[in-house]
T-cell receptor, first 111, second 112 residues
Framework: EDQVTQSPEALRLQEGESSSLNCSYT??????LFWYRQDPGKGPEFLFTLYSAGEEKEKERLKATLTKKESFLHITAPKPEDSATYLCAVQTGRSNYKLTFGKGTLLTVNP | NAGVTQTPKFRVLKTGQSMTLLCAQD?????MYWYRQDPGMGLRLIHY???????AKGEVPDGYNVSRLKKQNFLLGLESAAPSQTSVYFC???????????FGPGTRLLVL
């Protein structure tokens, strides 16, 4: 069974304090790993897709990386508006329509 | 271009009542999905559709039915609501199975 574990469950940072969120996965035949951002009371908003180990993608203060066992979402010099829940999901070759989601990391950035 | 929209935004039902949640997308996507999100759990797939007129079961399909009569719409039905179906329901769509899924704003459902 495909499993996705995100850590930590919650992270509190001061504005400007860089950190990383982790998404570890146990799947058979990874097709893609997706990162989403979810604000309270809203739907997940797509951030990145990573397809192979060694791949990196960046968007503003966010950088996502992928290894064969995990992905990191690095947040550089975060601002309060980066506060949200960050969701990781994997898609496998066995059922390539389906996303298996982790439980998310709640990030709070204090001014 | 509204993306994915969901109706209604919030609903309260009594146990045993029925209702239909509507999802609409204007991106001409083939694939559409219904998920539920519960506290402490990841998003879970209820049903999905790979094109107009098709539907298939996901991870947690019991108690729900779906229909995709038009390519742009995907309906989720609860025939006899139960308190265990209290949740936030999200619809998503994608151009193909491997491509990014884009989510709607969600419907909060409370079953008393």
């Amino acid at each position: 069974e495909d499993q996705v574990t995100q850590s930590p469950e919650a992270l509190r940072l001061q504005e400007g304090e860089s950190s990383s969120l982790n998404c570890s996965y146990t799947v058979s035949g990874l097709r893609g790993l997706f990162w989403y951002r979810q604000d309270p009371g809203k739907g997940p908003e797509f951030l990145f897709t990573l397809y192979s180990a060694g791949e990196e993608k960046e968007k503003e203060r966010l950088k996502a990386t992928l290894t064969k066992k995990e992905s990191f979402l690095h947040i550089t010099a975060p601002k309060p508006e980066d506060s949200a829940t960050y969701l990781c999901a994997v898609q496998t070759g066995r059922s390539n329509y389906k996303l298996t989601f982790g439980k998310g990391t709640l990030l709070t950035v204090n001014p | 271009n509204a993306g994915v929209t969901q109706t209604p935004k919030f609903r309260v039902l009594k146990t045993g009542q029925s209702m239909t949640l509507l999802c609409a997308q204007d991106m001409n996507h083939e694939y559409m999905y219904w998920y539920r999100q519960d506290p402490g759990m990841g998003l879970r797939l209820i049903h999905y559709s790979v094109g107009e007129g098709t539907t298939a079961k996901g991870e947690v399909p019991d108690g729900y039915n779906v229909s995709r009569l038009k390519k742009q719409n995907f309906l989720l039905g609860l025939e006899s609501a139960a308190p265990s179906q209290t949740s936030v329901y999200f619809c998503a769509s994608s151009r193909s199975a491997q491509e990014t899924q884009y989510f709607g704003p969600g419907t909060r459902l409370l079953v008393l």
